[in-house]
Protein backbone atom coordinates (compact mmCIF):
# COMPACT_ATOMS: atom_id res chain seq x y z
CA UNK A 1 0.00 0.00 0.00
CA UNK A 2 3.07 2.34 1.30
CA UNK A 3 4.59 1.92 -2.81
CA UNK A 4 1.15 2.70 -4.44
CA UNK A 5 0.81 5.84 -2.57
CA UNK A 6 4.23 7.03 -3.44
CA UNK A 7 4.18 5.60 -7.05
CA UNK A 8 0.76 7.77 -7.17
CA UNK A 9 2.35 11.06 -6.00
CA UNK A 10 5.19 10.33 -8.20
CA UNK A 11 2.59 10.61 -10.78
CA UNK A 12 0.87 14.42 -9.58
CA UNK A 13 4.30 15.35 -9.43
CA UNK A 14 5.37 14.08 -12.94
CA UNK A 15 1.59 15.45 -14.21
CA UNK A 16 2.80 18.93 -12.80
CA UNK A 17 6.20 19.24 -13.83
CA UNK A 18 4.92 18.02 -17.76
CA UNK A 19 2.00 21.19 -17.78
CA UNK A 20 4.41 23.81 -16.72
CA UNK A 21 7.20 22.84 -19.56
CA UNK A 22 4.62 22.30 -21.88
CA UNK A 23 3.26 25.76 -21.38
CA UNK A 24 6.56 26.97 -21.72
CA UNK A 25 7.58 25.65 -24.52
CA UNK A 26 3.95 25.99 -26.41
CA UNK A 27 3.61 29.67 -27.93
CA UNK A 28 -0.04 30.91 -28.55
CA UNK A 29 -2.01 29.87 -31.76
CA UNK A 30 -1.98 33.61 -32.48
CA UNK A 31 1.90 34.01 -32.96
CA UNK A 32 2.48 30.67 -34.14
CA UNK A 33 0.72 31.08 -37.22
CA UNK A 34 0.90 34.50 -37.67
CA UNK A 35 1.57 34.61 -41.72
CA UNK A 36 -0.43 37.22 -43.94
CA UNK A 37 -2.27 33.97 -45.34
CA UNK A 38 -4.12 33.03 -42.05
CA UNK A 39 -6.83 34.37 -40.67
CA UNK A 40 -7.86 34.14 -37.18
Not at 3 to 21: E, H, P, Y
Amino acid sequence: MKSFLLACIAAGIFAVVAVVVLNTIQEPVQRAFATSGVRL
